[in-house]
């Protein structure tokens, strides 16, 4: 097969989000909750009644579809990255202790990761949110919680395999302690699978976040993530569709850009040796 | 004579593999059948053997990698596996290896410096004096200076087994493991690394435990050679005296292959299968391919029996072998198609 071409694309809308997500305020042009109700439903410019000074027009409250929108991404992105970055950290370290010490600790371990990825991750995550009550620090845990254990799996494959390879056995034959092997062998040689999984899962995350906030128990106002932009606009769906479309665009939009990133990154490093 | 560096006393090791399910019985493969030998220092020991001889966990066991079921391995009087963090510690400065496969022994990811270096920082040497070590052995192995900031990638087989052995003389180790060092070289390359090692050798005084299914690079190297088969010794003793007068059948047929120059490989050896090694065959383990096998060499096992001083061999038939009385029976059929049906 050629290579394929780079999903440049992809790339640029990757960053852009979170360009948008960590300046957030500093680009939109309204507040995300300021209200006019002089400009009540007004559509995207374009049709007939809108204005450039609505680019996506405005919600049922007079407030800025574009600037809730970049509000809503920063949110759901940073939840996202948040959940990926920690639940890799904690996968990550389980698997490598899994993976090097093996025996009962390994069993241990691996029986967990079982346990949680035989759950279904939105069942278990509304077991959570009722539990734990919603929040953005709560949906960030429930989404750690979901997320850890493939990390763990990856990683412990990975080590079990890097553990056996010839400069491993040669860095134990000079002395050198597991804990250094770990740092500086196994985990340089399992990174690239951890950041196409970490990559992905960015992906995941959001559409995680999206459905619980859609479904009431993720974000609360006056926060502001796309699930929720979507499911306030859902009401109105009949009289003005920008409310829930732009949410609904920009979660696919972000979703199918991390995805493809993700595969691309997958498909250039998975043929091994090619450094 | 001098005392040995190395000793193996009637070394063992089994391996459990995993139950095929919960109530299944466990399965045990014995890698390392009962095998002794000693190194004197100074000298190199080749171990000459096909793939799933157990040369390999011989050589693993020397370097603490894998520990013996049974028996003792004993390096300067003290058994390596017995040893306090503190003796453990000045072990690993005293014994190094070098692997087969140049490309796998390197780290990818570090460059050559910090790999030859790598042995020296785990011994708590400074940054400095390592590097300036460093140096010093990529010259001896006769790379150029500048190869330290270059990564492994960067070079060929040839060199990168140059880096492996630059970094295994980094802590002036005296006990080198070489396990079919220059195998996955091309043969041009093969005589410079062989060359190398020699050198090295008759400068620095260092032991050798050389790991080789090729007769011709093991017959360079050795002083003494140790004919691994199935686990067993089958053959040890003087080089010269078990190459050039090989006493065990398999010797023997190794020996006559290699004089031939072909390959050392299943087929060519003849007659019978590899057995298998969850069933073992009863008494010789190389009756199943063995001309001379009899209904002795299935019921017992044979004992190494010297033959000429220091040189033992392990066949119940030796003598009438060596004068040419024994008939080829041929290997026990029967038995074969048993061993292949397992």
Same mark, same amino acid.
């Given at each position: 097969m050629p290579p394929a071409r780079l999903p440049i694309l992809a790339i640029a809308v990757c960053v852009l989000l979170i360009v948008a997500a960590l300046l957030g305020g500093v680009l939109a042009p309204y507040a995300a909750d300021e209200a006019d109700f002089g400009a009540v439903m007004v559509p995207p410019y374009g049709l007939e009644g809108g204005t450039v000074a609505h680019l996506l027009g405005t919600d049922q409250l007079g407030r800025d579809m574009l600037s809730r929108l970049i509000a809503g991404t920063r949110i759901s992105m940073l939840t996202a990255g948040a959940a990926v970055l920690v639940a890799g950290t904690i996968g990550v370290l389980l698997g490598l202790i899994a993976g090097y010490l093996g025996g009962l600790v390994d069993a241990a371990i691996m029986r967990l990761v079982d346990a949680f990825l035989a759950?279904?991750?939105?069942?278990? #995550?509304?077991?959570?949110v009722a539990a734990l009550g919603t929040g953005v620090g709560n949906i960030i845990l429930v989404m750690i919680l979901t997320n850890w254990a493939r990390y763990a799996r990856l990683v412990r494959s990975e080590v079990l395999s890097i553990k056996r390879r010839d400069f491993v056995l040669l860095a134990?034959? #000079?002395g050198v302690r597991p804990l250094t092997i770990a740092m500086r062998h196994v985990l340089p040689n399992a990174q690239t699978s951890i950041l196409v999984l970490a990559v992905l899962d960015v992906g995941r995350a959001i559409i995680l976040e999206s459905s619980l906030s859609f479904l009431g128990l993720g974000i609360q106002p006056p926060d502001m993530s796309w699930g929720l932009i979507l499911a306030q606009g859902r009401t109105y769906m009949g009289i003005a569709w920008w409310l829930t479309v732009w949410p609904g665009l920009a979660i696919v939009l972000a979703v199918v850009c991390f995805n493809t990133v993700g595969e691309r990154l997958r498909v250039k490093f998975d043929p091994r040796g090619a450094l | 004579m001098t005392p040995p560096?190395?000793?193996?006393?009637?070394?063992?090791?089994?391996?459990?593999?995993?139950?095929?399910?919960?109530?299944?019985a466990s399965r045990t493969v014995t890698a390392v059948?009962?095998?002794?030998?000693?190194?004197?220092?100074?000298?190199?020991?080749?171990?000459?053997?096909?793939?799933?001889?157990?040369?390999?966990?011989?050589?693993?066991?020397?370097l603490k990698l894998e520990q013996?079921?049974?028996?003792?391995?004993?390096?300067?009087?003290?058994?390596?596996?017995?040893?306090?963090?503190?003796?453990e510690r000045a072990y690993r400065r005293l014994v190094q290896a070098v692997f087969q496969d140049p490309y796998g022994a390197l780290s990818p990811r570090m460059r050559a410096g910090a790999i030859v270096t790598e042995p020296l920082r785990a011994l708590g040497v400074h940054r400095r004096a390592a590097d300036m070590k460093a140096a010093e052995v990529l010259e001896l192995v006769g790379m150029r200076r500048d190869a330290a900031s270059r990564y492994p990638h960067e070079f060929s087989g040839g060199q990168r087994q140059r880096i492996a052995i630059a970094r295994a003389l980094?802590?002036?180790?005296?006990?080198?493991?070489?396990d079919e060092p220059v195998s996955a070289l091309d043969v041009s390359v093969r005589a410079q690394v062989l060359a190398l090692l020699r050198e090295m050798q008759q400068r620095l005084g260092l032991t050798y435990l050389f790991i080789g299914h090729d007769l011709a690079v093991v017959r360079y190297l050795s002083d003494a050679v140790g004919v691994m088969?199935?686990?067993?010794?089958?053959?040890?003793?003087?080089?010269?005296?078990?190459?050039?007068?090989?006493?065990?059948?398999?010797?023997?047929r190794l020996v006559a292959l290699a004089a031939a120059e072909a390959p050392l490989g299943v087929a060519r050896l003849g007659g019978g299968t590899l057995p298998n090694p969850l069933s073992p065959p009863s008494g010789c383990h190389f009756r199943t391919r063995c001309a001379f096998a009899d209904a002795r060499c299935a019921a017992d096992a044979p004992a190494l029996r010297e033959i000429a001083p220091g040189h033992n061999a392990a066949c119940h038939h030796l003598d009438a072998i060596a004068a040419g009385t024994k008939a080829e029976t041929g290997p026990l059929l029967e038995e074969a198609s048993r061993q292949r049906a397992v």
């Open positions: 759950l279904p991750f939105i069942l278990m #995550a509304l077991a959570l134990r034959v #000079a | 560096m190395v000793e193996a006393r009637g070394l063992f090791k089994r391996f459990t593999l995993p139950r095929h399910s919960l109530f299944a059948e009962g095998v002794s030998f000693a190194i004197p220092a100074g000298t190199t020991f080749g171990v000459v053997g096909e793939s799933g001889s157990g040369k390999t966990t011989l050589a693993r066991m020397l013996p079921s049974e028996g003792q391995l004993l390096v300067n009087d003290q058994d390596i596996f017995a040893q306090t963090p503190a003796e980094s802590v002036d180790p005296r006990l080198l493991v070489l088969y199935f686990g067993r010794m089958v053959e040890i003793g003087p080089a010269r005296d078990v190459l050039r007068r090989p006493a065990h059948p398999y010797t023997r």
